[in-house]
Nanobody, 126 residues
Framework: QAQLVASGGGLVQPGGSLRLSCRASGFSTDYLAIGWFRQAPGKEREGVSCMSDRDNSRIYYAESVKGRFTIFRDNTDNTVYLQMNNLKLEDTGFYYC??????????????????WGQGTQVTVSS
């Protein structure tokens, strides 16, 4: 069964770090883009970061996370990570990973994905 499983969320203080992971099973993400999206209570889902297929030639970050978040993938393990440093209160939200074609996933608004992960909660609070 094809699925994306996200993990790594939790409660962290402002300035802290978390690393989210998204592991694909049942299919290969080698030739697919992978992205992270988040949704805060009462707000619309927004794109956080998105990267092209295994050549990693194109990587996007939302302006609000540039310099603090890093997306990277382990092609040997079919897993993509989101390293989040210097977390802020406004980073709180439910984080989803998704995979699909680069243009549909990383450029289009709203994004269109082949698969969505189940998400993981990130709470930044003092």
């Amino acid at each position: 069964q094809a699925q994306l499983v996200a993990s790594g969320g939790g409660l962290v203080q402002p300035g802290g770090s978390l690393r989210l992971s998204c592991r694909a099973s049942g299919f290969s993400t080698d030739y697919l883009a992978i992205g992270w999206f988040r949704q805060a209570p009462g707000k619309e889902r927004e794109g956080v970061s998105c990267m092209s297929d295994r050549d990693n030639s194109r990587i996007y970050y939302a302006e609000s996370v540039k310099g603090r978040f890093t997306i990277f993938r382990d092609n040997t393990d079919n897993t993509v990570y989101l390293q989040m440093n210097n977390l802020k209160l406004e980073d709180t939200g439910f984080y989803y990973c998704a995979t699909g074609g680069f243009k549909a996933l990383c450029v289009s608004n709203p994004p269109s994905a082949d698969y969505w992960g189940q998400g993981t909660q990130v709470t930044v609070s003092s």
